[in-house]
């Protein structure tokens, strides 16, 4: 949206209306996609913002009056680019034909994706995919996907090309199902079943009927669905989130400014995102677009905003420990690290409680969102990891310390790695609020690290190696194969499919590329940290071959 539609249509919305017309300008004769060389060319005539999608042999430009459209016709009649002469037209358009063609054009969207189904159970298909799949077929499920992970694991390593009689007999393990010898223990079942989730992110939008809403978007945005509709009958949110995303609702529709349009580009109200801990803290993170504000009515928000949360916790309705301001004007949806984001009560962080630890989180850090689950998780991998006194414990991609912190007591020591610097920030924070003096930080690539750390002392060495969803770049599975010393690997994935490269970089055999003895699974289980959806927590234990 031009900002000249953008400005109008907010007196629109905002003001006493008043007849006003829209002055557009089309350039023809333009080629299709160069939309870069398209915005340099503008720009030299200082014309900054334009419409044109990749196919258009034209482009639109908008105006607040024909005289500033008349005077950019001027500048761009006849002017030759890419070997083609450029045209332009003039049409003035009334802001309520302006406005009706969007309105079309998001409900023919919408009719799109519509279907049979009442709001609330597609929204249910859409984010809880197994919710009306009885919990333990839901487990039986993904127990058997277990299985299907491992066996395809096998395959693929026993698929490898062009080995040596040596690089065979490394990976023999994988000839028969018989060989793999891999122990899947039963699928560990959530301990909540229902609204376990502390960590949600919801869109402020329009419900079906237009009303200001605070929820889930209804499908896809790319695939044009922008309606949104509130989390009442979403399984997986909590009862907490579910009251604070309606009280975020009651207060945009109190407020004097429009939710976000993501079509138009314009409104204030843009996403919430929720962290309500077991531990009864509550963070609330609300991001707004400023970009028609001025600096005095931002300011003027923020202390409405402190004034809505504080009344609820006062009334004893939302006991908000921590409330934050996320300013973003980008297009990219959701809550971003990108945004300035501001402390506007408490001191930006709640605290969560792991087997006896406690934990400071920050709004970007990770942290697992099913605490009672995790906690099951986390006990399985120290069990796993059989730790002694002699123990080195590597927590690579550690983030803020979760895995590392909460065995730090029964080893010699724990080294954490972790790209992101903030995160490490939180982890020695961790550590110290649990009196843990044996673990060490590092804000580094596990690959650029590792080496350094595991020759320091001469002991065993286990590595729990946890990374994002689509798993690690090969340079750490190398670093770690080379790293001689680690005997054991606990691979936690939420997403094997994704990870699959990484397993199979440990079990492949010895090579140039790939050096250090290979891994081999000897157990693994999943443990279901996100009942009601696709989703499962997989960890695998591999150990070095001799
Ligand atoms: C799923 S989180 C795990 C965090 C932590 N183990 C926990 O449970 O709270 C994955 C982490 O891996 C980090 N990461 C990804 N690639 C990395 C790399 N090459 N070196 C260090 N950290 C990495 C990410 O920044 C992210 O914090």
Redesign the pocket.
């Known amino acids: 949206m031009l900002k000249a539609a953008k400005n109008f249509i907010k007196s629109f919305t905002m003001a006493p209306k008043e007849p006003v017309f829209i002055h557009r300008v089309k350039i023809v004769n333009l080629p299709a996609h160069e939309i870069g060389s398209v915005k340099k060319l503008l720009q030299t005539f200082d014309l900054h913002r334009f419409k044109k999608a990749p196919k258009w042999e034209y482009a639109y430009m908008n105006f607040e009056t024909e005289e500033a459209a008349r005077a950019a016709m001027a500048k761009l009649q006849g002017v030759e680019f890419k070997k083609r002469v450029l045209s332009a037209e003039y049409s003035k358009v009334s802001e309520q034909v302006f406005r009706t063609r969007f309105e079309t054009k998001k409900k023919s969207l919408e009719a799109v994706v519509d279907d049979s189904r009442a709001p609330a159970e597609k929204l249910a298909d859409q984010v809880t995919p197994l919710h009306k799949v009885p919990y333990a077929e839901q487990i039986a499920k993904k127990h058997k996907l277990g299985f299907r992970y491992l066996n395809t694991l096998r395959k693929k390593v026993n698929a490898l090309p062009e080995l040596s009689d040596e690089g065979k007999a490394q990976i023999a393990w994988t000839n028969t199902l018989k060989d793999m010898d891999v122990e899947l223990l039963d699928t560990i079942q959530s301990p909540l079943v229902n609204g376990y989730r502390t960590k949600c992110e919801f869109t402020i939008g329009r419900d079906l009927s237009g009303k200001k809403t605070v929820g889930f978007l209804l499908g896809l945005y790319r695939d044009g669905v922008t309606a949104v509709l509130n989390p009442d009958d979403c399984l997986h949110v909590s009862e907490k989130a579910k009251q604070v995303a309606k009280a975020m609702e009651n207060y945009v529709n109190e407020s004097e400014y429009d939710v976000y349009d993501r079509v138009e580009k314009l409104g204030v109200w843009r996403s919430i995102m929720t962290k309500t801990q077991r531990t009864g803290d509550i963070m609330v993170l609300i991001q707004m677009n400023t970009t028609d504000l001025t600096n005095d009515q931002v300011e003027q928000e923020k202390q409405k905003l402190i004034c809505y949360w504080n009344k609820l916790k006062d009334q004893g309705q939302i006991n908000t420990t921590t409330l934050m301001l996320q300013v973003w004007n980008g297009a990219s949806n959701g809550i971003t690290d990108k945004g300035t984001t501001e402390v506007l009560t408490g001191d930006g962080y709640v605290y969560e409680e792991l087997l006896g630890c406690k934990f400071r989180i920050s709004s970007n850090a ?3 969102v099913n605490t009672p689950a995790t906690e099951l998780l986390y006990s399985k991998c120290a069990e796993w990891c059989n730790t002694n006194k002699k123990t080195t414990l590597l ?1 690579l ?4 310390g ?2 590392g912190i909460t065995m730090a007591k029964s080893v010699d020591r724990v080294v954490g ?4 610097s903030e ?1 490490i920030v939180d982890a020695k924070a961790n550590a110290l609020l649990n009196n843990i003096t044996n673990a060490e930080y590092y804000a580094s ?3 650029e690290k590792i080496d350094i750390v595991v020759r320091e002392k001469n002991e065993s060495v286990i590595a729990v190696l ?3 969803r689509n798993g ?2 090969t340079s ?1 599975i190398r670093a770690v194969r080379e790293s001689e010393q680690i005997e054991k690997v606990i691979f936690i994935s939420c997403d094997v499919k994704q990870a699959m490269p990484n397993l199979i970089g440990l079990c492949r055999p010895t090579s140039n590329r790939f050096k250090g003895m290979p891994f081999k699974p000897s157990r693994a289980v999943s443990i279901d940290l996100f009942p009601h959806t696709d989703h499962c927590e997989m960890m695998i234990e591999f150990v070095r071959l001799k």
């Open positions: 990770f942290f697992q927590d991609c550690c983030g803020t979760t895995i790695i972790e790209m992101i995160a690539k596990v690959e946890d990374p994002p690690v770049h750490v």
